[in-house]
């Protein structure tokens, strides 16, 4: 394994505690500075919505500069967010701190995923961007919990003091260990300003795969979002019980992670049909089963692992059919940010609707089925391009 991915995984690791232990500190958060819950959580909506704009305006920004280059300040700017958010005096420092760090969110996954595929042979690229990607997997599964400990024990202060840490390491590890022409491979886009960056844009394959990627990740964050009230108004659970059952979807989720980039280095498209079937039967069957609270826990498991399969081919499959295009594999980045908003935004709907705490897990099947639709189309069209699900060949006379 390259050092430049352990470095890259560590980046993510970091980035990864930043989103998710902010969940574990908010009680402490609103006392020590005095404002509403509602405030304290916005430190969540505020972050999530930099990330989307993020990914897009950094990339694009930095579009001509060296791959490592623009990894190396992006993480500087990590630093300097989650060193805001460590000394803050007040709620709007700490809420700019949030802000600073999550910009470098998406561009880092998004640029990070160029530089990891370029470091490994072309059989390897999805497992590479899978070994870049652990380390959010597993912030996922201890973000809450380390930020709830160490909160507790220290303040919240001390938190993002350990995550301003892990980015200096990170940054260290990826000056030292990335090499400085990494970030392309054979054909791709390299260099070039805003106009050639679009362009990726032009390819059909391009927008299939970042519809199955929003698709799939609304399906996915829809049913979760919803998941703690699933356990208790329906499995029977305690509310005690739901940060273990939650790390048990976090083992899913790194799980798939590792299975899915396996599976999509040899043969992407299946493996990105299948986890997407997977994740659409899973759904469903938990639907049907999540009054059982035997069933639930494995089918919380198998969720996550269902859920983050795909998650490594969607990523190397963009970027190839962008030809490595940063602008593209950011903007996945921002595609599965609004797939997480449009599950959540469906899921609130139904139970509001009064179908009750299951009908998330429904709503998300139906995004994963509509996500196994287009992506199969997608697939379709790469293996045959002149077939019925890509264009006609055109007819010569007397052909």
Not at 99 to 109: M, N, P, Q, R, Y
Not at 120 to 129: F, G, H, L, M, N
Not at 189 to 204: D, I, N, P, Y
Not at 276 to 283: D, P
């Amino acid at each position: 394994m390259p050092g430049g991915l352990v470095a890259l995984a560590l980046g993510g690791f970091g980035i990864g505690l930043t989103e998710f232990l902010i969940a574990g500190l908010l009680p402490q958060v609103a006392s020590g500075l005095s404002v509403s819950e509602a405030a304290a959580g916005r430190l969540v909506s505020g972050y999530a919505l930099s990330v989307a704009v993020g990914a897009i305006v950094l990339t694009a920004a930095t579009a001509r500069l060296p791959r490592k280059r623009v990894l190396v300040g992006l993480v500087v700017l990590f630093v300097v967010g989650n060193l805001l958010s460590a000394v803050a005096p007040t709620y709007g420092v700490l809420l700019l701190g949030r802000i600073v760090a999550a910009l470098c969110h998406g561009s880092f996954f998004g640029v990070g995923s160029l530089v990891a595929r370029s470091l490994v042979a072309p059989e390897r690229r999805s497992r590479a961007v899978a070994v870049m990607f652990a380390g959010l997997t597993v912030a996922n599964v201890l973000g809450v919990p380390f930020g709830a400990l160490v909160g507790e024990r220290w303040g919240w202060r001390a938190a993002f003091w350990a995550v301003t840490g892990i980015g200096v390491l990170a940054l260290a590890g990826i000056a030292a260990l990335v090499p400085a022409g990494a970030g392309a491979v054979p054909g791709d886009v390299t260099g070039g300003g805003l106009r050639e960056q679009l362009r990726a844009f032009r390819s059909a394959q391009v927008w299939l795969t970042l519809t199955a990627t929003a698709l799939g990740y609304g399906g996915m964050f829809g049913a979760f979002s919803y998941i703690a009230y699933t356990f208790t108004e329906v499995g029977g659970f305690s509310s005690a019980d739901v940060p273990w059952l939650l790390m048990v979807y976090g083992v899913g989720l790194v799980v798939g992670n590792v299975v899915g980039g396996r599976a999509a280095d040899r043969d992407r498209d299946r493996a990105l049909v299948l986890a997407l079937l997977s994740l659409t039967v899973t759904l469903a069957v938990f639907g049907l089963l999540a009054g059982s609270a035997p069933a639930s826990v494995p089918l919380v498991f198998l969720m996550g692992v269902t859920g983050f399969a795909a998650v490594p081919g969607m990523i190397t499959r963009v970027t190839d059919a962008a030809g490595g295009a940063a602008l593209a594999a950011s903007a996945n980045v921002s595609a599965s940010n609004v797939g997480n908003a449009l599950g959540a935004w469906l899921g609130g709907l139904v139970i509001t609707a009064g179908l009750g705490y299951t009908a998330p897990l429904y709503t998300g099947a139906a995004l994963t089925l509509a996500a196994l639709a287009v992506m199969a189309v997608a697939a379709c069209r790469a293996a045959a391009p002149s077939g019925p699900c890509g264009r006609r060949p055109v007819r010569r006379p007397g052909g």
